[in-house]
């Protein structure tokens, strides 16, 4: 093999390139994105900013974290679709890495916040719930990361496809190891869940067949908001005993008493559909020809 060949196969292993060795942008901007949150902790811990439970307060921020990427993850193929961004599949590996790189780092914390005592740690993931479901979770993010790898999609061939579907169950499995972790307040847990369900919702648009356009996409994001909420008041009235009917009703209160400050989850979730819509919309303007270009465009021979 050649210097030339061996140095392209090289840096096509770098964060920032393509296949082809090439500097890119968006992946040289998604592997940085990827670092903030890793060195935003780490600054934390050394200017003493984690509070009286350090470890705690760390393993908390990166499980966070965690199902923030994750979310990221699953919105690139829908996104890629409804945006006509090609490239954008280009980073759905590197974003499934850093998942799994996050999860591994929000277990090691937990080890180190439990001094590696291997007994007490096992012990506590059986026997607590929300630790079993999030350890399963963890095994399968790890499963789908070994993987990714070109050579284990020609080795695996049709089971990688089956295999690789199993992130929608592994994605439910971490929030509701998010919301039970969260305890008291579960005002992001459901926020996340709501943006899942609104991925969902995008990927039955396309499996259905159904048409994408602005005014769809926008009803899409008002279901969204409604199973969103629906999903906090039903969570609140299970693990607290809280009118589901008024967690419901308060969802309302920006619009009956124009109250800004008292904005829910499941208002963010429209504003993100919302925005999305928005920008399918320009998407679809730009991408189409002028009236005039296709007015003098010459007729299809018979």
């Known amino acids: 093999m050649s210097t030339r060949t061996t140095n392209t196969a090289l840096r096509t292993w770098l964060p920032w390139t393509d296949r082809q060795g090439r500097f890119s942008a968006l992946r040289a901007a998604a592997f940085a994105l990827l670092l903030v949150p890793a060195l935003m902790l780490l600054y934390a811990a050394w200017m003493h900013q984690l509070g009286s439970k350090p470890w705690t307060q760390a393993i908390h921020q990166i499980g966070t974290w965690t199902v923030r990427i994750l979310i990221a993850t699953l919105a690139v193929s829908p996104f890629r679709r409804l945006f006509d961004w090609g490239k954008l599949i280009g980073i759905r590996r590197m974003l499934g890495l850093g ?162 400050a008292s904005i829910r989850p499941a208002h963010w979730v429209v504003l993100a559909g919302l925005a999305v819509a928005l920008g399918h919309g320009l998407r679809a303007r730009k991408a189409r020809p002028p009236r005039q270009a296709r007015q003098s465009a010459p007729a299809p021979a018979a």
């Open 99 to 260: 998942v799994m790189a996050y999860a591994l780092g929000h277990l090691a914390l937990y080890c180190i916040d439990m001094a590696f005592d291997w007994g007490l740690i096992v012990s506590e993931i059986v026997k607590r719930f929300y630790l079993t479901i999030g350890f399963v979770a963890l095994i399968g993010l790890v499963a789908q990361g070994v993987t990714s790898t070109d050579g284990m999609i020609r080795r695996l061939g049709k089971n990688w496809q089956r295999l690789h579907n199993l992130v929608y169950p592994i994605a439910m499995l971490a929030l509701l190891h998010f919301a039970l972790q969260s305890k008291i307040d579960v005002t992001e847990p459901v926020l996340m869940s709501g943006l899942f369900l609104l991925l969902m919702l995008y990927r039955c648009l396309y499996r259905w067949k159904l048409p994408v356009s602005v005014p769809v996409l926008a009803g899409v994001s008002l279901l969204a908001g409604l199973l969103t909420a629906g999903l906090e008041a039903g969570w609140y009235a299970a693990t607290s005993g809280v009118s589901a009917w008024l967690v419901f009703q308060a969802n309302a209160d920006i619009l009956t008493y124009q109250d800004y």
